[in-house]
């Protein structure tokens, strides 16, 4: 859980924006910008989980890897722990990466499989320099009884594991440098629901032991419920709600996140013949173009403003819950 103090967030973002260039249909096609993500801001408290949930497209992976500096953003600022991150020369991001690290969604195609896993988990000490290489041998095991492997496997290769052990191994190398922030993309969708459950409790222990701060990247409501503190909702390259765990959860207030919500097949829900639970619509292709809230096409609440006017973010109370959207409470 989030501590009450006055210290600064640990990760503030600003308005940020990302673009890429995707070529139009056809033979003769020419490309086009395609904004993904749009205007993005909000802030990290040390210590706690952040989430981002959207369907895949919306832009909360390529918000990560912006982040990440990993794909460069188009404006914006990205304020980790004191430090602008944008604009930042390599030979000083390679000092403060250590201090941020990734957990990648593919177990199965995150790790080298031609590398033993010891070398694996090591490999951020040794591409950093920290740590003596006797130290480095040792910190690793130490990662890996962390994370529930054993000693003995340190010498094995990646095919030598199940999916939900090489996410282990992944998780051990992401905190091999001590870092104070984590962002997992994705981290257990490719995983069977019983080793879901156990990788979100091993990264819910780790926090608390290492004192870590995530950006938790998922399209699963029930595990972002489960991880998260605060949760963004993200649609098409925007984010239209913030809140906590139950305010969302309990009382949403953007029509998008409402019908994310009433996607999710509850027992409850299956037992009353003949309800009809309404999915979230599929967002169209590209609407870098459009004016206005880009969920305007597919909200059944809809009005003339919606369509031209941008919604902004406004606070819905005093607990933090906020939304960008016209419609009134």
Do not use: W
Request: aromatic share 6%.
């Amino acid at each position: 859980m989030v501590e009450n103090n006055v210290s600064p967030p640990l990760l503030k973002v600003t308005d940020l924006n990302v673009s890429f260039s995707q070529k139009s249909e056809g033979i003769f096609g020419k490309s086009h910008p395609v904004k993904a993500v749009d205007n993005v801001s909000f802030s990290i408290e040390r210590g706690e989980t952040f989430g981002i949930v959207g369907e895949s497209g919306s832009g909360k992976s390529t918000t990560a890897l912006a982040i990440m500096q990993l794909v460069q953003a188009e404006s914006g600022s990205i304020l980790f722990d004191g430090q602008e991150l944008c604009g930042l020369s390599a030979k000083a991001l390679t000092k403060i990466r250590q201090d941020f690290q990734f957990i990648f969604q593919d177990p199965y195609s995150s790790l080298n499989p031609r590398t033993r896993i010891g070398a694996i988990v090591r490999e951020p000490m040794d591409v950093m320099n920290l740590h003596s290489p006797q130290l480095r041998d040792e910190k690793a095991r130490d990662l890996l009884a962390k994370v529930g492997l054993r000693p003995d496997q340190f010498n094995l290769f990646p095919h030598q594991f199940s999916g939900g052990q090489r996410q282990r191994v992944g998780i051990a190398r992401a905190l091999a440098s001590g870092p104070k922030l984590v962002l997992c993309d994705e981290p257990v969708s490719a995983l069977d629901v019983a080793i879901q459950a156990q990788v979100l409790n091993l990264l819910r222990t780790l926090q608390t032991e290492l004192k870590l701060t995530y950006l938790f990247i998922s399209h699963d409501l029930g595990v972002v419920q489960y991880m998260c503190d605060r949760i963004a909702v993200m649609y098409m390259g925007r984010i239209v709600e913030v809140g906590d765990r139950i305010s969302l959860f309990k009382s949403p207030k953007h029509p998008y996140t409402k019908s994310l919500l009433a996607a999710v097949p509850s027992m409850k829900m299956m037992r009353r013949k003949g309800r009809t639970v309404r999915a979230a619509p599929d967002a169209p292709k590209d609407a870098g173009g459009t004016t206005g809230c880009r969920y305007a096409a597919q909200c059944p609440f809809v009005h003339e403003e919606c369509r031209s006017v941008v919604p902004q973010m406004r606070p819905t109370s005093s607990d933090g819950h906020m939304v960008a959207c016209h419609l009134d409470d």
